[in-house]
Nanobody
Framework: QVQLQESGGGSVQAGGSLRLSCAVSIVGSNIYCMGWFRQAPGKEREGVALLHLRGGPPYYADSVKDRFTISLDNAKVTSNLQINNLQSDDSAMYYC?????????????????????WGQGAQVTVSS
């Protein structure tokens, strides 16, 4: 079983930075791909970043790869998403998710069905 809890959301001016964190609680082995997704009002949920709990390459959506950085704090077991140069299009609810497996695949950015566990979300609002 996996429990996820996001934190760090808020209101930020355009051009600013924000760091989201996801506290990860796992019963059993840590063979999970951790993902960050976002959903703006009226839009579908989209994947923005992936990183496996056991390491490996990160994957980013093309629209965010120069501004978003996903990382892990293995001591605290958290998944973090650093967002720089925030833009109005970044305003959304951001979700942390976990998919069972030995690695992440880029294709998982486009397939929310592969993620069995989800946090409740953290709101990010960017004002101009």
């Amino acid at each position: 079983q996996v429990q996820l809890q996001e934190s760090g959301g808020g209101s930020v001016q355009a051009g600013g930075s924000l760091r989201l964190s996801c506290a990860v609680s796992i019963v059993g082995s840590n063979i999970y791909c951790m993902g960050w997704f976002r959903q703006a009002p009226g839009k579908e949920r989209e994947g923005v970043a992936l990183l496996h709990l056991r390491g490996g390459p990160p994957y980013y959506a093309d629209s965010v790869k120069d501004r978003f950085t996903i990382s892990l704090d293995n001591a605290k077991v958290t998944s973090n998403l650093q967002i720089n140069n925030l833009q109005s299009d970044d305003s959304a609810m951001y979700y942390c998710a976990a998919a069972l497996g030995y690695s992440c695949w880029r294709s998982q950015l486009a397939d929310t069905n592969q993620f069995e566990y989800w946090g409740q979300g953290a709101q990010v609002t960017v004002s101009s």
